[in-house]
């Protein structure tokens, strides 16, 4: 297998999926040309020209709402936003209609879409442009929400969204475009959407991690195992929603434990969800209450020291786990 960048694999998903379709094309500010803010996109407009590969105008909502009007013609636009932070600019398209059309057509129109972009903390650009939507976006039916933290992961989730019938939030993480890792370089190397994977397994505690927090997670779990003899299964949901609860609780069922590690604010998280859903489904296998690391309750600081406290840490995981166990 390639070695590749997550932002490489991005790129080879995208390229693979425009040659198998099309009417798979990529549309946002600065795609084209100048090859994509974080360079997701490089190369594919020289390749396939101004028809597959769309720059536009810095206009948030108008080319979401183009990109919902050309999925309910039968194309499948996938539409990259600078970073999710400005989608919330596009919010009214995104959940008043891309999210709701085939309800409120009574079926009549699928919108086979994928918004795509970095997500979550940066480095040092603060409040506006560190934020975690996942959960926001998640909240509202209709839409499904991805979020890789492997280059492998990376393309064969991105391909599976485009090729679903219905509108994908696809989250990046903005941190992570340069890790490496091995990729499929079969062309019909996919993913389905709603299966979790278990990164590490263990038998002590479960550490249920996604995107920028699952390195952090594999990381805590290797030192808790090397002090302690504390074995933790990491798993990586990959996609939000629909969420796979059942590989989470399969593995409560063997650890006892849980710590729920994710860089977004705590009040009204995914992982509040998590956590609800394992008590529903396996409150009688905890051993210990279930324990997150979020980020800080503050917009995200410029400064670096604060940046770096208010984020989860390898650090704050290790010292969870201790907790649970009661270390």
């Not at 090729?163 to 990729?183: A, H, S, T, W």
């Not at 990491?234 to 059942?246: A, F, N, Y």
Request: glycine share 6%; with cysteine.
């Amino acid at each position: 297998m390639a070695v590749l960048t997550i932002r490489d694999a991005l790129n080879q998903a995208l390229r693979e999926e425009i040659i198998r379709d099309e009417n798979v094309f990529v549309m946002g500010e600065e795609v084209a040309e100048y090859d994509g803010a974080y360079k997701v996109t490089r190369g594919l407009w020289k390749e396939f020209g101004d028809k597959r590969v769309v720059d536009t105008p810095i206009t948030e909502l108008g080319f979401a709402a183009i990109g919902v009007g050309a999925a309910m013609a039968g194309v499948r636009p996938v539409i990259e936003f600078m970073t999710w932070n400005f989608s919330i600019l596009a919010a009214d398209q995104i959940i008043n209609h891309a999210a709701k059309m085939l309800y409120m057509s009574g079926g009549l129109f699928n919108i086979p879409i994928v918004f795509r972009g970095p997500n979550g903390s940066a480095f040092q650009v603060s409040s506006q442009h560190s934020q975690a939507l996942e959960g926001m976006y998640a909240n509202f039916p209709g839409l499904k929400v991805v979020m890789p933290s492997t280059a492998a992961d990376a393309k064969g989730l991105l391909k599976s969204a485009i090729r679903d019938d219905n509108p994908v939030i696809f989250m990046e993480q903005e941190r992570m475009y340069g890790l490496k890792g091995e990729v499929p370089e079969d062309e019909d190397f996919t993913i389905p959407l709603g299966v979790a994977d278990v990164k590490r397994e263990g038998k002590d505690c479960t550490i249920v991690a996604r995107s920028m927090t699952v390195p952090l997670a594999l990381q805590a779990a290797e030192q808790i195992q090397s002090e302690f003899d504390v074995s933790c299964e990491v798993i990586d949901p990959r996609t939000i929603k629909p969420l796979d609860i059942d590989t989470i609780v399969a593995s409560i069922r063997k650890t006892n434990r849980l710590v729920i590690a994710e860089e977004s604010h705590e009040f009204a998280s995914v992982g509040a969800e998590i956590s609800y859903q394992v008590m529903d489904h396996a409150f009688d296998h905890l051993d210990a209450p279930i324990k997150r690391i979020s980020t800080a309750e503050a917009p995200m600081p410029y400064a670096k020291n604060l940046e770096a406290a208010a984020l989860p840490s390898v650090e704050k995981i290790v010292a969870a786990v201790k907790e649970v166990c009661y270390l």
